[in-house]
T-cell receptor, first 123, second 114 residues
Framework: GAVVSQHPSWVICKSGTSVKIECRSL??????MFWYRQFPKQSLMLMAT?????????EQGVEKDKFLINHASLTLSTLTVTSAHPEDSSFYIC???????????????????FGPGTRLTVL | AQSVSQHNHHVILSEAASLELGCNYS??????LFWYVQYPGQHLQLLLK??????LVKGIKGFEAEFIKSKFSFNLRKPSVQWSDTAEYFC????????????FGKGTTLSVSS
């Protein structure tokens, strides 16, 4: 259980074009999904938090008009890189929040499960 | 500021050696702690997690981690590594409120020679 997919797994595009990346939770509903960016040999940098039915929350320094996020259903979030440039080339990873129910004492035990990532190369 | 520090950037071990990867965090309030692993060419997978209760948590593939609240640490251990444990390991922390995002450490590359 708790499987997250991403599509496409890799994409090459010309500078100035837009690219859409899909993130799906396959066997659970996710009211919250997260988008990360990973540079080679570095950690994951959170870009934005995507909430179903509402606007995404972007981290400081992330251009919301460039990285459009739509979370239209409980199993799908999309990231659109608009007018892509070579500096946008990166590995984009999504995660979906899986709620495993409340433990004793009402403790929240939500866990994020990650997609396989999308390699974007902008020429 | 909220942050996660992984002390070891690259660890090289022989098979059967014991492993301990350090993780310290800075975060106000009650935390949830995670270790993720990324095998070469694969996506991030959850190794283990701590939410509450017994501070010694056991995960998949023989890994365990101990939460020491007084030291703000969550070190990952394995008594005997295998070649297949070669991967990138990430420690992560989040607040225990619903829907908060993960903060990742920079990762530790583990190379195991056979």
């Amino acid at each position: 259980g708790a499987v997250v997919s991403q599509h496409p797994s890799w994409v090459i595009c010309k500078s100035g074009t837009s690219v859409k990346i899909e993130c799906r939770s396959l066997d659970f509903q996710a009211t919250t999904m997260f988008w990360y960016r990973q540079f080679p040999k570095q950690s994951l940098m959170l870009m934005a938090t995507s909430n179903e039915g509402s606007k995404a929350t972007y981290e400081q320094g992330v251009e919301k008009d460039k990285f459009l996020i739509n979370h239209a259903s409980l199993t799908l979030s999309t990231l659109t890189v608009t007018s892509a440039h070579p500096e946008d080339s990166s590995f984009y990873i999504c995660s979906a929040r899986y709620m495993s129910g409340l433990a004793g004492g009402g403790y929240n035990t939500d866990t994020q499960y990650f997609g396989p990532g999308t390699r974007l190369t902008v020429l | 500021a909220q942050s996660v520090s992984q002390h070891n950037h690259h660890v090289i071990l022989s098979e059967a050696a014991s492993l301990e990867l350090g993780c310290n965090y800075s975060y106000g309030g009650t935390v949830n702690l995670f270790w993720y692993v990324q095998y070469p060419g694969q996506h991030l997978q959850l190794l283990l997690k701590y939410f509450s209760g017994d501070p010694l948590v056991k995960g998949i593939k023989g890994f365990e981690a101990e939460f020491i609240k007084s030291k703000f640490s969550f070190n990952l251990r394995k008594p005997s590594v295998q070649w297949s444990d070669t991967a990138e390991y990430f420690c992560a922390v989040k607040g225990n409120q619903a829907g908060t995002a993960l903060i990742f450490g920079k990762g530790t590359t583990l190379s195991v020679s056979s």
